[in-house]
C-alpha cells in the first residue's frame, strides 16, 4: 500500500450481553479455542465473567478469520494475479481455531510471527459493559490502538484528574459546565487508552507525557450494519499532543513551549450513545476506509 492511500480498516462492535446464549453454541465456541485459552475462560468464577471471557476469545478469533478473508479477496481484486496466484491466495484462508497470539513486553497482544507473516493483519481490542470493540487492519507497520468506554456515574473523576491528566486537559475539563466534565473525562480516557494501546507500552507510557485537545467539528456518522444496526457520532475532532520529557514532571503539558502535535498521528471519538463513546488512535496520517459492522453472536460463532 503506498503513502496516501486509505488504508482498509474493519471496526466491529461485538454484544456482550447475551442473556439467551445457548450452552450449545458456548460449548462450540469453546471448542474452537486451544487448551490454553479453554483453561484461562475456566478460571473466572462466576458464570457472566465465563461467558464474557468466551466470548471476547470467540469474536476475535472468528472475526480475525472473517476479516482476513474480505481483505485478501479486496487485494486480489486490486492486484493483477494469475490464475495460480489467485487460487493460491483464496485457498489461504485461516480457521478460527488455528489463529496463534504472542504478547508484548507490556502484555499487548499480537498476532503470532507466523500468522502475521501469513496474514499481515494487526488488531486491537476493547470491552467496556454490553460491548466489545475490535479493529482490524492489514497494514503491517500500523501501530493501531482502540478504547470503548462507559460513562459511570460512580467513577470519582476529580480524584482522577491531577494523577493520570495533564494541566491542559484538567483545565479544559473544568472550564466545562459541571453537567458536561463527567461525559469530557470518559471522552478523554478513552482517547488517552487508544494512544497507550496503540504503543503497546501500557502504563510504562506516562498519561501525562501526552495529551488530547478537543474542538467542535461538523458532525459525522459512522453506520454498523448488521442485522441490529447502530450508528455513532463524530462531534469532536481530537488533536494529539507530545510532552516535552523534561517538563512532564513539572506538570508544563500546556505551555505551547513545552508540547508540540504527534507527528505522523491521527485519533478519533465516536458517541456510540448517551452511555458508551470509543476512540481510535494509529500512526498514520493516511484516510481511512472504514467498514463498521454490529455483529451477530448467533450468526458469526455458530459457523
Same mark, same amino acid.
Given at each position: !500500500?503506498?503513502?496516501?492511500?486509505?488504508?482498509? =480498516?474493519?471496526? /466491529?462492535?461485538?454484544?456482550?450481553?447475551?442473556?439467551?446464549?445457548?450452552?450449545?453454541?458456548?460449548?462450540? !465456541? $469453546?471448542?474452537? &479455542?486451544?487448551? @490454553?485459552?479453554?483453561?484461562?475462560?475456566?478460571? /473466572?468464577?462466576?458464570?457472566?465473567?465465563?461467558?464474557?471471557?468466551? &466470548?471476547?476469545?470467540?469474536? %476475535?478469533?472468528?472475526?480475525?478469520?472473517?476479516?482476513?478473508?474480505? *481483505?485478501?479477496?479486496?487485494? %486480489?481484486?486490486?492486484?493483477?494475479?494469475?490464475?495460480?496466484?489467485?487460487?493460491?491466495? +483464496?485457498?489461504?484462508? +485461516?480457521?478460527?481455531?488455528?489463529?496463534?497470539?504472542?504478547?508484548?513486553?507490556?502484555?499487548?497482544?499480537? $498476532?503470532?510471527?507466523?500468522?502475521?507473516?501469513?496474514?499481515? &493483519?494487526?488488531?486491537?481490542?476493547?470491552?467496556?459493559?454490553?460491548?466489545?470493540?475490535?479493529?482490524?487492519?492489514?497494514?503491517?507497520?500500523?501501530?493501531?490502538?482502540?478504547?470503548?468506554?462507559?460513562?459511570?456515574?460512580?467513577?470519582? +473523576?476529580?480524584? +482522577?484528574?491531577?494523577? /493520570?491528566?495533564?494541566?491542559?486537559?484538567?483545565?479544559?475539563? $473544568?472550564?466545562?459546565?459541571?453537567?458536561?466534565?463527567?461525559?469530557?473525562?470518559? @471522552? &478523554?480516557?478513552? %482517547?488517552?487508552?487508544?494512544?497507550?494501546?496503540?504503543?503497546? =507500552?501500557?502504563?510504562? =507510557?506516562?498519561?501525562?507525557?501526552?495529551?488530547?485537545? %478537543?474542538?467542535?467539528?461538523?458532525?459525522?456518522? $459512522?453506520?454498523?450494519?448488521? *442485522?441490529?444496526?447502530?450508528?455513532?457520532?463524530?462531534?469532536?475532532?481530537?488533536?494529539?499532543?507530545?510532552?516535552?520529557?523534561?517538563?512532564?514532571?513539572?506538570? =508544563?503539558?500546556? @505551555?505551547?513551549?513545552?508540547?508540540?502535535?504527534?507527528?505522523?498521528?491521527?485519533?478519533?471519538?465516536?458517541?456510540?450513545?448517551?452511555?458508551?463513546?470509543?476512540?481510535?488512535?494509529?500512526?498514520?496520517?493516511?484516510?481511512?476506509? *472504514?467498514?463498521?459492522?454490529?455483529?451477530?453472536?448467533?450468526?458469526?460463532?455458530?459457523?
Amino acid at each position: !500500500m503506498a503513502a496516501g492511500d486509505a488504508i482498509p =480498516l474493519h471496526l /466491529y462492535l461485538c454484544p456482550l450481553n447475551l442473556p439467551g446464549l445457548s450452552s450449545e453454541l458456548q460449548a462450540h !465456541m $469453546l471448542d474452537t &479455542l486451544p487448551m @490454553d485459552e479453554q483453561q484461562k475462560v475456566a478460571r /473466572y468464577r462466576m458464570a457472566p465473567a465465563r461467558e464474557k471471557g468466551l &466470548l471476547v476469545r470467540s469474536y %476475535l478469533r472468528a472475526l480475525l478469520s472473517k476479516a482476513h478473508t474480505q *481483505l485478501n479477496q479486496s487485494s %486480489l481484486n486490486q492486484s493483477p494475479l494469475n490464475q495460480s496466484q489467485l487460487n493460491a491466495d +483464496i485457498d489461504g484462508a +485461516i480457521a478460527p481455531g488455528e489463529w496463534r497470539f504472542d504478547y508484548l513486553d507490556k502484555g499487548k497482544p499480537i $498476532l503470532s510471527k507466523a500468522f502475521f507473516v501469513r496474514s499481515q &493483519l494487526v488488531f486491537n481490542l476493547s470491552h467496556s459493559g454490553d460491548y466489545m470493540l475490535l479493529a482490524i487492519a492489514k497494514s503491517p507497520r500500523l501501530e493501531l490502538g482502540v478504547d470503548i468506554e462507559r460513562l459511570r456515574q460512580n467513577t470519582n +473523576i476529580h480524584a +482522577i484528574l491531577n494523577h /493520570y491528566f495533564t494541566r491542559q486537559e484538567r483545565e479544559a475539563l $473544568l472550564a466545562l459546565p459541571s453537567a458536561r466534565q463527567r461525559e469530557r473525562f470518559f @471522552d &478523554l480516557w478513552a %482517547l488517552k487508552e487508544s494512544y497507550i494501546k496503540a504503543k503497546g =507500552l501500557g502504563l510504562a =507510557l506516562s498519561l501525562k507525557s501526552f495529551f488530547f485537545e %478537543l474542538s467542535e467539528t461538523e458532525h459525522q456518522a $459512522l453506520n454498523f450494519k448488521g *442485522l441490529d444496526t447502530r450508528q455513532a457520532r463524530l462531534e469532536q475532532a481530537a488533536r494529539l499532543f507530545i510532552v516535552k520529557e523534561d517538563s512532564q514532571q513539572t506538570d =508544563l503539558g500546556n @505551555d505551547p513551549q513545552q508540547a508540540q502535535p504527534a507527528a505522523g498521528w491521527q485519533s478519533m471519538l465516536w458517541q456510540l450513545d448517551d452511555e458508551y463513546r470509543f476512540a481510535l488512535s494509529l500512526s498514520s496520517t493516511d484516510p481511512l476506509d *472504514l467498514r463498521c459492522e454490529m455483529v451477530s453472536a448467533q450468526a458469526l460463532l455458530s459457523k
